[in-house]
């Protein structure tokens, strides 16, 4: 048990340490050492997100970009004081995935999913331009196959590590919902990932994801409404319309589309 100092609406996340401490992220940031019952403030006047140990020290990803608190010290610096190829990430970052002992991936509102492959100390961006469909990325995970999932503001992505190759999930492959959350995701031990969006959770095998085929989708009946018409023109089929075009045409006085699944 333990008691917060903070008085503001609410947190981020909380995490734990090898050495035991826990994290608290917010606005601002606190850390609880193992035994005690209150915490530390550390007086930070940003919005910090994620933490991760790094060389024995603490990276933070926050509103500031990427800072670095090193062991034995009270304020945290940029992270490229430190690690100078991290110069280039200059925007918010909300998390931080560690793939391996050599890459580490950040999640950014600006500048997408950009990987850090700490033996060559290079950054690899992937953003829109590369095929992302948004330059948001909130959190990501990595799959037992060693692709990096990754929630966005406009859909799920996966990216290959080793061809860079880069897959989008949104509407037309099966998810109910493509608009995600800061800090909304994590994986089960039963290799299931879990991404929360505005109003719903997307939860999914990565393995047989990873194998899915997009299909065309097959509508057997669409109708027009439009509620301003006399009693037995109400209702237009524009089933072939649809099936031929791929497209429907709405009136000034159409009010709804019906769609009849299977």
């Known amino acids: 048990e333990f008691a917060s100092s903070y008085a503001g609406g609410f947190s981020w996340g909380i995490q734990r340490m090898r050495d035991g401490t826990f994290y608290i992220t917010r606005d601002g940031l606190e850390s609880i050492q193992p035994g005690q019952v209150t915490s530390v403030d550390w007086?930070?006047?940003?919005?910090?997100?994620?933490?991760?140990e790094m060389e024995g020290n603490l990276m933070i990803a926050g509103a500031h970009a990427l800072q670095i608190l090193e062991q034995g010290t009270t304020q945290p610096k940029l992270a490229h004081n430190l690690y100078p190829e991290l110069s280039a990430l200059q925007s918010t970052c909300y998390s931080i995935l560690r793939q391996d002992d050599d890459n580490v991936w950040f999640c950014t509102q600006g500048q997408g999913l950009v990987r850090w492959q700490r033996a060559s100390s290079t950054l690899t961006i992937f953003n829109a331009d590369a095929g992302l469909p948004s330059n948001t990325v909130y959190g990501a995970l990595v799959a037992p196959d060693s692709l990096v999932w990754a929630s966005t503001?406009?859909?799920l992505i996966s990216i290959h590590p080793q061809t860079q190759s880069i897959r989008v999930y949104g509407a037309k492959r099966g998810l109910a919902e493509s608009e995600f959350n800061r800090m909304s995701f994590c994986a089960h031990d039963d290799g299931r990932m879990y991404f929360g969006g505005l109003g719903s959770v997307t939860s999914f095998d990565p393995l047989e994801a990873a194998q899915s085929?997009?299909?065309k989708a097959v509508v057997p009946q669409v109708e027009r409404i439009d509620q301003h018409k006399s009693e037995e023109n109400t209702v237009s089929d524009v089933t072939l319309e649809f099936r031929e075009t791929g497209q429907i045409r709405m009136g000034s006085g159409d009010d709804f589309l019906s769609i009849h699944p299977i």
């Open 43 to 52: 007086g930070l006047p940003y919005n910090t997100y994620d933490v991760l």
């Open 153 to 155: 503001n406009q859909g």
């Open 213 to 215: 085929v997009p299909h």
